[in-house]
């Protein structure tokens, strides 16, 4: 047997090489001639088929011309129809005697007359016969029956390849589930608290939030003598300095080249927090210097640049229990290091007093940022998540704040102090950045009386310029650093330069935040996506003024980045934890 000709079926020819029809046709006809075999088809589609081979069949004899010998077409007796079950014509065909009476389904039909077969047709029945015991063979049903199962829950798993089954309700409240992988829980009992806009449980700790004072213990040992003697160098460099001194800006052909002079070596690399790094500040010290990172899961490490150790001089401590959005140490005391988080806290750490002290905190998880009100250091403006802000005065027992005021603003991320008028204060929240007068927080309207250009997506940052205040940086997540105008400070302050650069880090990296370099008016700071990977320094007209690269010792995007105020030392951290400091030759050696 053979396979031949095209078509949905195909043709099947038997040993003599005459079509026997298709699959169809034949289980219908060997179901007819063979005892014991059964095909399990309705009774109208077999009255069906055995009508088309009948009419089929009789166009073929009624054009045949007669042979001598032969009797009248007219006189022949009629062959029974094949593909009936009992061999008996089917219903309204003209082969059939009551053709103009019409049969229910279940009525029974009469009985036709036998005949005699020729000998062709004897042996077309055979063949068809042996093709379809050959087809009964191969088990043809049960084994389509098994594949088209098969392909059935193929395509269920590929149209829902994560389908699972609804958790039954209890009645209550409906259960959240959450990864204990992504939520890096201990144990199952752990409460979750509610976390801030902007934040998720995948980036960070979740652990309860520890009220009072916290002793400055680093890395998890009271009597470790690494970390005594840096707190005690610590201690050393902030006495008798009464403010931060800030150099006054050089010239920008002086300042690239201080810049080339600036090189990183393998001792200026080192892991100072297990996380990654979220925030970073620079102690003002011109003797010895000190770096502090803040991380994800309430770290704090303190780097000695200094120290001329085989290994870094590192003290970690642990004084929050989300992420360190904000580092700064204060403008008047340069021995307390203030902190913000995600726990909805700020904490200062004393060297003198060895603690971590509450200086504010709010009763839900979304404090953002913070910036210094006075210039002593006394009161504090804190933003928050959801778009307030709020005044602290440090002079007072409360830690709960002196004001409290909703700018209804969307993912409030940074607030920032004018440096000269210090009763304007700038905002970065979802599209928009604003200048706000803090005098004017009690009215009953709290519109802003600057807006700082409107951009299409999030704005992770925005700073005035340090000396002056007559510049304006913000970083935007699309793919844009704009450089404003606030000489003047008017209801729409104007774009000056838009500056393209790659800002979309992803969930992995920290978000860019571009900051003035306190040594220059006009130039600031910021990570790049670029390979090789470097650090950028540009002017406020947009022009690029250097990079910092290195293949050896710079091989991943540093998010964060802090120059000193009056050195030329710059930090770059990355997300793994790992610092990497450019320094002057001279101050390498």
Not at 557 to 567: D, L, R
């Given at each position: 047997?053979r396979?031949?000709?095209?078509?949905?079926?195909?043709?099947?020819?038997?040993?003599?090489?005459?079509?026997?029809?298709?699959?169809?046709?034949?289980?219908?006809?060997?179901?007819?001639?063979?005892?014991?075999l059964?095909?399990?088809?309705?009774?109208?589609?077999?009255?069906?088929l055995?009508?088309?081979?009948?009419?089929?069949?009789?166009?073929?004899?009624?054009?045949?011309?007669?042979?001598?010998?032969?009797?009248?077409?007219?006189?022949?007796?009629?062959?029974?129809?094949?593909?009936?079950?009992?061999?008996?014509?089917?219903?309204?065909?003209?082969?059939?005697?009551?053709?103009?009476?019409?049969?229910?389904?279940?009525?029974?039909?009469?009985a036709?007359?036998?005949?005699?077969?020729?000998?062709?047709?004897?042996?077309?029945?055979?063949n068809?016969?042996?093709?379809?015991?050959?087809?009964?063979?191969?088990?043809?049903?049960?084994?389509?029956k098994?594949l088209?199962?098969?392909?059935?829950?193929?395509?269920?798993?590929?149209?829902?390849?994560?389908?699972?089954?609804?958790?039954?309700?209890?009645?209550?409240?409906?259960?959240?589930?959450?990864s204990?992988?992504?939520?890096?829980?201990?144990?199952?009992?752990?409460?979750?608290?509610?976390?801030?806009?902007?934040t998720?449980?995948?980036?960070?700790?979740?652990?309860?939030?520890?009220?009072?004072?916290?002793?400055?213990?680093?890395?998890?040992?009271?009597?470790?003598?690494?970390?005594?003697?840096?707190?005690?160098?610590?201690?050393k460099i902030?006495?008798?300095?009464?403010?931060l001194?800030v150099?006054?800006?050089?010239?920008?052909?002086?300042?690239?080249?201080?810049?080339?002079?600036?090189?990183?070596?393998?001792?200026?690399?080192?892991?100072?927090?297990?996380?990654?790094?979220?925030?970073?500040?620079?102690h003002?010290?011109?003797?010895?210097f000190?770096?502090?990172?803040?991380?994800?899961?309430?770290?704090?490490?303190?780097?000695d640049?200094?120290?001329?150790?085989?290994?870094?001089?590192?003290?970690?401590?642990?004084?929050?229990?989300?992420?360190?959005?904000?580092?700064?140490?204060?403008?008047?005391?340069?021995?307390?290091?203030?902190?913000?988080?995600?726990?909805?806290?700020i904490?200062?750490?004393?060297?003198?007093?060895?603690?971590?002290?509450?200086?504010?905190?709010?009763?839900?998880?979304?404090?953002s940022?913070?910036?210094?009100?006075?210039?002593?250091?006394?009161?504090?403006?804190?933003?928050?998540?959801?778009?307030?802000?709020?005044?602290?005065?440090?002079?007072?027992?409360?830690?709960?704040?002196?004001?409290?005021?909703?700018?209804?603003?969307?993912?409030?991320?940074?607030?920032n102090?004018?440096?000269?008028?210090?009763?304007?204060?700038?905002?970065?929240?979802?599209?928009?950045?604003?200048?706000?007068?803090?005098?004017?927080?009690?009215?009953?309207?709290?519109e802003?009386?600057?807006?700082?250009?409107?951009?299409?997506?999030?704005?992770?940052?925005?700073?005035?310029?340090?000396?002056?205040?007559?510049?304006?940086?913000?970083?935007?997540?699309?793919?844009?650093?704009?450089?404003f105008?606030?000489?003047?400070?008017?209801?729409?302050?104007?774009?000056?330069?838009?500056?393209?650069?790659?800002?979309n880090?992803g969930?992995?990296?920290?978000?860019?935040?571009?900051?003035w370099?306190?040594?220059?008016?006009?130039?600031?700071?910021?990570?790049?996506?670029v390979?090789?990977r470097?650090?950028?320094?540009?002017?406020?007209?947009?022009?690029?003024?250097?990079?910092?690269?290195?293949?050896?010792?710079?091989?991943?995007?540093?998010?964060?980045?802090?120059?000193?105020?009056?050195?030329?030392?710059?930090?770059?951290?990355?997300?793994?934890?790992?610092?990497?400091?450019?320094?002057?030759?001279?101050?390498?050696?």
């Amino acid at each position: 047997m053979r396979q031949g000709g095209k078509g949905r079926w195909g043709r099947i020819r038997g040993r003599d090489g005459h079509r026997v029809g298709s699959p169809f046709e034949q289980a219908a006809a060997a179901a007819a001639l063979t005892p014991g075999l059964t095909l399990a088809l309705p009774r109208q589609e077999m009255k069906a088929l055995g009508t088309r081979r009948l009419d089929r069949k009789r166009l073929q004899a009624d054009s045949a011309p007669e042979a001598p010998g032969d009797e009248p077409l007219a006189k022949r007796p009629r062959p029974p129809v094949r593909g009936s079950a009992s061999g008996r014509p089917v219903a309204g065909s003209e082969s059939s005697p009551a053709a103009d009476t019409d049969y229910s389904s279940g009525d029974d039909l009469p009985a036709a007359q036998p005949m005699e077969l020729s000998v062709y047709e004897r042996k077309r029945l055979k063949n068809i016969q042996e093709n379809a015991k050959f087809f009964a063979s191969l088990n043809m049903l049960e084994t389509a029956k098994k594949l088209w199962g098969d392909v059935k829950k193929a395509r269920q798993r590929k149209l829902n390849p994560l389908k699972k089954g609804k958790p039954r309700s209890s009645g209550g409240q409906p259960v959240v589930r959450r990864s204990m992988r992504l939520q890096i829980l201990k144990s199952t009992d752990a409460q979750v608290p509610e976390l801030p806009i902007g934040t998720s449980a995948t980036s960070e700790e979740i652990e309860e939030r520890i009220s009072g004072p916290i002793k400055m213990v680093a890395n998890d040992e009271e009597d470790n003598k690494v970390t005594e003697d840096l707190i005690n160098t610590w201690l050393k460099i902030s006495q008798g300095e009464s403010q931060l001194k800030v150099k006054q800006p050089e010239e920008l052909k002086i300042y690239k080249s201080s810049l080339k002079r600036m090189t990183i070596q393998e001792h200026l690399v080192a892991k100072v927090t297990p996380k990654r790094v979220s925030a970073l500040a620079i102690h003002p010290s011109e003797q010895r210097f000190l770096v502090a990172a803040g991380s994800t899961y309430g770290y704090v490490g303190i780097w000695d640049l200094s120290s001329r150790a085989e290994e870094a001089v590192v003290a970690q401590f642990k004084p929050h229990c989300g992420t360190v959005n904000s580092l700064c140490f204060s403008p008047s005391n340069s021995a307390e290091l203030l902190s913000v988080s995600n726990d909805g806290s700020i904490r200062c750490g004393n060297i003198a007093a060895a603690v971590f002290d509450e200086v504010y905190v709010s009763s839900e998880w979304n404090t953002s940022s913070f910036d210094f009100l006075a210039e002593d250091g006394s009161t504090l403006i804190v933003s928050h998540w959801d778009g307030e802000v709020a005044i602290v005065d440090r002079r007072t027992p409360s830690i709960s704040g002196e004001q409290r005021v909703n700018l209804n603003l969307k993912r409030l991320r940074t607030v920032n102090i004018h440096p000269v008028d210090r009763h304007y204060f700038l905002t970065a929240a979802s599209q928009c950045a604003s200048i706000y007068d803090i005098r004017n927080l009690k009215a009953s309207s709290k519109e802003p009386v600057a807006h700082v250009g409107t951009q299409a997506k999030c704005i992770n940052s925005a700073y005035f310029s340090p000396v002056t205040g007559k510049r304006v940086v913000t970083t935007s997540m699309d793919d844009r650093i704009r450089v404003f105008d606030t000489s003047a400070i008017i209801p729409k302050i104007p774009c000056v330069a838009s500056i393209t650069h790659n800002n979309n880090t992803g969930r992995w990296l920290t978000k860019f935040r571009a900051v003035w370099d306190p040594k220059m008016e006009d130039c600031f700071v910021v990570g790049s996506m670029v390979r090789p990977r470097q650090i950028e320094v540009f002017h406020s007209t947009g022009i690029k003024v250097h990079e910092f690269k290195d293949a050896e010792w710079l091989a991943s995007v540093c998010s964060i980045n802090v120059m000193h105020p009056t050195k030329n030392i710059l930090v770059g951290g990355n997300s793994s934890g790992r610092l990497h400091v450019f320094m002057d030759k001279t101050l390498n050696e």
